[in-house]
């Protein structure tokens, strides 16, 4: 993909799925300017991925659930290259429990990251993609929040609110050259994954038809894709990038 000239911000970048959107981005030719909560050098060695790829890349520390924060950071971006042509929203936290004992802070957390967070940082693009009559934005979804789980309700809310605000988002700017979509992620490899149980792992692998858990790279490329000219004719749309567990 061709992304030569354009500004990507990827938030939660700075690991991951997160990181492995930015190279795949850089890659392509973009700038990127990653948002990342509380690891500067995870951070930092994002952007030095980046750079090694030939991109230019700038790390922001960002709470996308804070409106002020995540206005800095957009502000950041436009100042350092001069537009916000892709946005991708990557942040997301887990707090994971059966419903009966799961405690109120830890739903409001997911939300607040997973689901306010996206709408904050798409709120505080579509001004700026309007004007310049172009943008692509991708959302973070899950297959999670197309199947539900147990144990998960709260991440569950969180990633299917996150298909709704994708397209009702998509009808809102699709006149004005912004496409916006989601990605379902799978069981892939990564930190959060790797925390689970091996019994928790043992269960879900019967689920996965392709029989093999997912890399980061399977779902930054899909990301890539749908950032990308080649895509100006999809919006709202979710693509799964599961090995086959939503069909």
């Not at 001069?82 to 004992?101: E, F, S």
Request: charged share 20%; with cysteine.
């Amino acid at each position: 993909m061709n992304f030569a000239g354009k500004t990507a911000v990827v938030t939660g970048g700075s690991r991951g799925i997160g990181r492995a959107i930015c190279e795949e981005l850089a890659r392509g030719g973009a700038n990127v300017v990653l948002c990342y909560a509380g690891r500067a050098e995870a951070a930092q060695e994002t952007v030095t991925a980046c750079e090694d790829l030939g991109a230019k890349a700038l790390a922001v520390q960002c709470n996308v659930a804070d409106e002020a924060q995540v206005k800095a950071l957009m502000d950041a971006a436009v100042k350092e290259f001069g537009r916000i042509d892709i946005l991708v929203n990557n942040a997301g936290v887990t707090r994971d429990g059966l419903v009966m004992m799961m405690k109120e802070a830890d739903f409001d957390a997911v939300i607040d990251t997973n689901l306010k967070g996206t709408f904050l940082c798409m709120k505080a693009v579509s001004r700026i993609m309007m004007k310049q009559r172009y943008g692509r934005i991708v959302n973070l979804s899950s297959v999670v929040g197309l199947r539900g789980n147990a144990g998960q309700v709260n991440y569950a809310a969180s990633k299917a609110g996150v298909v709704g605000m994708t397209k009702s988002l998509a009808k809102e700017l699709a006149s004005r050259g912004v496409t916006v979509n989601a990605v379902a992620p799978g069981f892939i490899e990564t930190d959060m994954t790797a925390a689970m149980p091996q019994a928790a792992k043992d269960a879900m692998m019967p689920t996965i038809p392709m029989q093999r858990l997912g890399a980061p790279e399977d779902v930054a490329k899909a990301v890539a894709f749908l950032a990308s000219d080649e895509a100006a004719y999809v919006t709202g749309q979710v693509l799964a990038v599961d090995g086959g567990m939503a069909m």
